[in-house]
C-alpha cells in the first residue's frame, strides 16, 4: 500500500521535514486571529479558517497538479485590536506582530525552504503579514533568493469569481457584511454547526451604513460585533465557500511551485 502524502508540518519526523525542503517542496504558513464574532460564532473562526484553507489547498495542490507542500502549525493570533472592546479577542501589537510573523518565515527558510506561501483567516492581518514577509526577504536577498507569496483572497480574481458564483443568486444582506456574516456563519455551520449559537442568529442593527475611511474599532460600527445578516447562512452555502477556498489556495501554490528561483 502506497504511504499516504503528509501535508501537516506537525505530523513530519524532522528528517521528513528536512527531505521536503531539499526536494524542493513548497512552506505553506497560515495565520488566524483569535477574536470575537457576534454573539453567534467562536472566537476561533478565523484560525480555523486559515488552518482549513492552507490544509485543503495543500492537498488539493499536491493531488491536481502534484505539488507538495507542508503546511506550518497555524498562528492563533493576529492583529485584532479593533475587536478588543469584545471579551474573547486577543491581540499582538503590531510591532510584535511583524516580529512573529519574520521569526515564523524565518524558520522555515532556516530549514532550507525557499518558496513559502502564507495564508490568512483574517483580513486585518494583512499590513503586518506583508511587512514581515518584506522584512525576511530583504534579509536574505544578497544570500539566495526567496519567493515567499501572501493569498490575496478577495482580490485574487479567481477566488473573487468563485465567490461571486455563489453569491449571484443569493438575496442580498441589506448592509455591510465584513465580519461574522452569512459567509462565516455559513462555513462554521457547514463543518463546526456544534459551534454556532443559534439562538443568537440575528441581523444585527448597524450603528453606520458603510465602512468609515478613519481607523475604527468594531464596536463603533456594530453593538454586537456582526455585520450582514448571518440569518441567512446555510451550510450548503459553507460548502462551495470551502471549495472555493481550496481551489484559490491551490492555484495559489502551483503559481508559486512554477515560479523561477
Known sequence: MAEKLKIKWGDCSWEEVKAAAEQGALAVAPFGSTEQHGPQLPVDTDVHIAYRAANDGARRAAEQYGVRALVMPTMPFGL???HMHFAGTVSFQPETYMAVVADMLRCAVKHGFRKIGVVSGH??????????????VNEYRDRFP???ALFRGADDPAFAQGMRDIWKDEPSEGQISIHASRSETSETLNDR???VCRDRLERPKLLRETVPE????THELSETGAFGDPTLARPELGEKIWNVFADGVARFLKRLADEPL
Open 80 to 82: 485584532a485590536l479593533h
Open 123 to 136: 483580513g486585518g492581518n494583512r499590513p503586518g503579514l506583508q511587512l514581515g514577509i518584506a522584512k525576511v
Open 146 to 148: 526567496l519567493r515567499i
Open 193 to 195: 454547526p456544534e459551534l
Open 214 to 217: 478613519w481607523w475604527w474599532m
